[in-house]
């Protein structure tokens, strides 16, 4: 694998949100987290701040349980919640192309970025971003991809390496 030196470097943790509830009569974006759901959330957010991995801007889903991990992280790190903003198409069927147009939008004064989805499509656009298929993304699992670039624009699928990885056991 490439080394990168770190200053250079743009870095995006992408996590799948905790483990929600299982309601058959609640509508899938209204699914909330478990309490479960919730600690692993935070131990993953745990990790990230331990391996100096905390994001300045945040994008997660609109689904309920998406928000709710982001809260989760968001409280665990300490960030200001100014920094998230929701963005319905990352909830299912989106592109590698539409996560890159959302990606490019950051100022290039952030360093590390987080996107909180969903799967199958956070494991997807992840493993296009790498060039490595079949990463595991178990609920709350993070995985932090860098790029060895100056700016989000020139964030391109297959770029990236992966750095970290957690997975929180529940």
Known sequence: QRQMCIRDR???VLMRHAHPEYGYDTNDVERRLTSEGRAAAARSAQYLMQNG?????????????????TSVVVQTLN???SCVSVHEF?????????????????????????IVGHNPDISTATGNLVSQHGISFP????????????????IEARLGVVISYYASKM
């Open 139 to 154: 609920p709350s699992a993070v995985v932090v991809v860098g790029f060895d670039v100056d700016s989000w624009q020139q």
């Open 10 to 12: 743009k870095t995006i």
């Open 90 to 114: 990352i909830y299912y069927g989106y592109t590698t192309d539409e996560l890159l147009e959302l990606i490019k939008t950051a100022s290039d004064d952030t360093d590390t970025l987080m």
């Open 79 to 81: 960030l200001d919640p």
């Open 53 to 69: 991995f905390v994001p300045s801007v945040v994008f997660t889903s609109h689904a309920q349980r998406a928000k709710q991990t």
